[in-house]
């Protein structure tokens, strides 16, 4: 089976997050860079379906050269080759420009199945599978906790609010995992060393073809608006302190 | 010319789900802004008869599809409808909630409409003629203000976050074929399996109560589940609670879990590291109860209290009981 795996790398979820003075985007100084933690469960399911099918497992990603990290550390795991759209273009692509460029990469290989992750935990938009998938005129399986194949059809759990939805879909077809699917495998040491020889190839924008397309840009960053400080409700007694709390609940807050 | 500001309406077993009606209201003050009509699109499979109720959230015009293939939910019946409708009526703007259906389908959408499409969105306005949408990013350790250069500029956005204020419009029904023949379904839901329990997901819950690794096992939600009874609340727990599997996936609140902004979040039990903060920070208020003073939930707390929690919930269940009646 052609498995393919698409791969973001993002800061680190302890990361701070410090707004760059004129809100052009964040001060990415100090940060510590990671696999997007949905995209591991990606990686991990495409490496089952590798072990029960046979075939390979290709990491896809668009990202400057830091992102490299994350293809080799998709390969520690166990895949087995990686492509890498590095290009200047990656700042300030929107996701159907992300979407645009990795559509162009896997159209160039074999694939039977793409996973993703459900959302990028940096930008948390969520959207560039869906439109992956409709570039590539697939099935989309989105925020999925179980996803079987026989090989031909893949079914999933796809959890909504209040329900569970049972889907099917015939292969080829996009897949976004959600927390829940597996558990992902760390890298082993010899998975480590073997990585560095796995092949990677590293392209542009231009070397596929795709021009780099944005629909939407983010104007500006702000911080948080800052929380008002709070009060600590003191006093020896429970009884008492958690009577002082319902009170300010419903009468300051007026929120029960 | 791209004109009006449409919403897609989402509804569950024939009634209309309340991120309906708080699409319809912001809709609405949008285009009171552009001086635009409000149009809501429905789809679902005996849905004509609920449309008109748009038209008391400040719809004009309601585009109904009602059609079997509309039942239940797929993303292709649903993209195909939505498609057809946009490019038969060209609207300038197209709001979705930030609910499971509505995330699937605007994506779908962004790339068949090859547009733009903010999403998770606290906040939407007009600025020169333009939506400016603004959304959380990192989990809400920062915002983004999005502007979308194609049209219709897209947005979902994050249920309970907006007002749904009642402004009677004509809410006129139109009936129109989905055009659903020639579309190629590519995926089947075999099964829905329904969660009878009533319990309100915690992305659309007003009041949630939560608890982390200080709750000791699965045992001491029991406390937790009394005071939510009273509260008309959800539990909700941190992923320390939801890894040693004392609570489901479903439950979790956090970067990797759900982000939910509720009126009230009690946090119990909970230390409050950076990545369960950034699930619930957009909480209008939020109460800690914690037995270490150095917790960092205090620091986003709005009421804090030092104390054992299984003397201190059980306490406060019944002050809120008293009050409540
Ligand atoms: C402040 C700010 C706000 C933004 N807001 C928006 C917005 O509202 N709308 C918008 O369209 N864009 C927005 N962007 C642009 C956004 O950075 C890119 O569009 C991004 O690549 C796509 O969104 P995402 O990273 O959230 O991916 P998601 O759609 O959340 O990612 C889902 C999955 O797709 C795959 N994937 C995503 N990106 C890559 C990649 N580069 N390489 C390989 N696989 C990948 C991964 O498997 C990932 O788990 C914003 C950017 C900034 C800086
Ligand atoms: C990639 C990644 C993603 C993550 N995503 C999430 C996420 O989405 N959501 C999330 O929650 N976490 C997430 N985490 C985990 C996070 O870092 C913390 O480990 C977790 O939130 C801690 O949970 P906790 O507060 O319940 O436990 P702890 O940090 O152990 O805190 C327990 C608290 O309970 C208090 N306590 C104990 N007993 C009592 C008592 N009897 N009465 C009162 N107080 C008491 C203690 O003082 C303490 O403050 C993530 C981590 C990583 C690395």
Not at chain 1, 206 to 226: C, I, N, Q, T, Y
Not at chain 2, 99 to 128: E, N
Not at chain 2, 198 to 205: C, F, N, P, R, S
Not at chain 2, 307 to 325: I, M, N
Request: glycine content about 10%.
């Amino acid at each position: 089976m052609n498995i393919v795996a698409c791969v973001k790398q993002v800061p680190d979820t302890e990361a701070q997050i410090k707004v760059k003075p004129d809100g052009s985007g964040i001060d990415e100084s100090g940060i510590k860079w990671v696999m997007n933690p949905y995209d591991e469960f990606g990686v991990e399911e495409a490496l089952k379906y590798k072990e029960k099918f046979g075939g390979d497992v290709t990491i896809v990603t668009f990202g400057p050269a830091r992102a490299m990290e994350s293809i080799r550390t998709a390969l520690a795991m166990g895949a087995d080759k990686g492509i890498h759209i590095d290009d200047p273009s990656y700042d300030g692509a929107d996701a159907y420009a992300t979407a645009s460029v990795l559509a162009a990469a896997i159209k160039t290989i074999p694939y039977d199945v793409i996973f993703c992750g459900q959302r990028a935990i940096d930008d948390d938009s969520g959207q560039v599978a869906a439109i992956l998938a409709d570039m590539l005129d697939l099935p989309q399986l989105t925020v999925v906790t179980k996803a079987e194949s026989d090989g031909k059809t893949v079914k999933v759990v796809r959890p909504v609010e209040g329900a569970n939805f049972v889907i099917e879909a015939a292969l080829p077809a996009v897949v976004t995992a959600q927390k829940g699917l597996n558990e992902p495998r760390y890298a082993s040491l010899p998975g480590i060393m073997k990585a560095k020889k796995k092949p990677v190839d590293v392209k542009k924008a231009a070397d596929l073809g795709v021009s780099v397309e944005s629909k939407s840009k983010v104007a500006k960053m702000v911080p948080p608006p800052a929380r008002p400080p709070g009060k600590i409700i003191s006093g020896d007694e429970p009884a008492a302190k958690a009577a002082e709390l319902a009170k300010l609940l419903r009468e300051e807050a007026k929120v029960i | 010319m791209a004109k009006g500001v449409f919403i897609v309406a989402e509804q569950r077993d024939g009634a209309f789900r309340k991120i309906s009606f708080e699409l319809a209201s912001t809709a609405r003050k949008l285009a009171d802004e552009l001086g635009d009509e409000v149009g809501a699109i429905v789809l679902g499979s005996g849905v004509e008869g609920i449309a008109g109720e748009l038209g008391k959230y400040g719809v004009d015009k309601v585009f109904v599809a009602d059609d079997a293939a509309l039942e239940p939910y797929t993303t292709d019946a649903y993209a195909a409808a939505v498609e057809k409708i946009v490019k038969e009526n060209d609207p300038a703007i197209l709001l979705f909630g930030a609910t499971a259906q509505g995330k699937d389908l605007a994506a779908r959408l962004t790339g068949k409409l090859a547009t733009g499409l903010a999403t998770d969105c606290t906040d939407v306005k007009i600025a020169d003629g333009k939506m400016v949408a603004i959304r959380p990013m990192y989990a809400g350790k920062c915002f983004g203000e999005v502007v979308i250069s194609a049209f219709p500029q897209m947005a979902s956005l994050r249920p309970n976050v907006f007002p749904a204020v009642e402004n009677a419009k004509a809410g006129a029904v139109t009936k129109v074929d989905a055009g659903l023949g020639a579309v190629a379904m590519k995926t089947k839901v075999v099964e829905v399996q329904k969660d009878t329990s009533g319990k309100i997901d915690l992305t659309e819950a007003n009041v949630i109560v939560s608890g982390g690794r200080g709750m000791g096992g699965p045992e001491g939600y029991s406390i937790l589940e009394e005071l939510a009874n009273i509260l008309g609340a959800t539990v909700g727990a941190s992923r320390a609670a939801v890894d040693s599997g004392w609570r489901p996936q479903t439950d979790q609140v956090g970067q990797t879990g759900k982000v939910v902004s509720p009126n009230l979040y009690v946090a119990c039990g909970i230390s409050g590291a950076i990545q369960h903060l950034a699930g619930m920070s957009s909480s209008k208020y939020i109460v800690a109860v914690n037995k270490d003073p150095e917790a960092p939930i205090f620091a986003k707390a709005d009421y804090g209290i030092v104390d054992d929690l299984f003397k201190l919930v059980p306490e406060l269940a019944k002050e809120c009981k008293k009050l409540l009646g």
